[in-house]
């Protein structure tokens, strides 16, 4: 069984594989999502009786086609349910700032995540 769950919301394929590697040495099951509506099926599928079963969530600010607005609003859906950390990635510090205001608990860039994942789990 694993010590942590982190759902990773991520249009690109690439940024999965790249996070699941650098974090092999952890244990982590990696739940993904690539759009804002997969996340919140995800999310539906890991919660009981309104509580999320996810130690962590990680969310760029541009999925595809979603503009910044409806990642803020899926952050703010999350945040109102959902006390652990919160981790928004973006290579914009313009992107990283409203993230944060929407709910994130950290915010950083890409090649800053395993870290930043670690820190945040504690690990």
Do not use: W
């Amino acid at each position: 069984m694993n010590s942590a769950v982190v759902l990773l919301i991520e249009d690109r394929d690439i940024e999965h594989t790249i996070l699941k590697r650098e974090m092999k040495d952890f244990d982590i099951l990696f739940l993904s999502a690539f759009t804002v509506d997969e996340a919140r099926n995800v999310i539906q599928k890991n919660s009981v009786n309104g509580v999320l079963h996810i130690s962590a969530i990680i969310v760029n600010a541009c999925l595809g086609t979603h503009e910044l607005t409806a990642v803020v609003e899926l952050i703010r859906e999350i945040r109102s349910r959902f006390s652990s950390p919160i981790i928004g990635t973006s290579e914009e510090e313009s992107f990283q700032a409203t993230l944060k205001r929407a709910g994130c608990s950290y915010v950083c860039d890409h090649d800053s995540l395993p870290s930043m994942l670690a820190h945040a789990l504690g690990l």
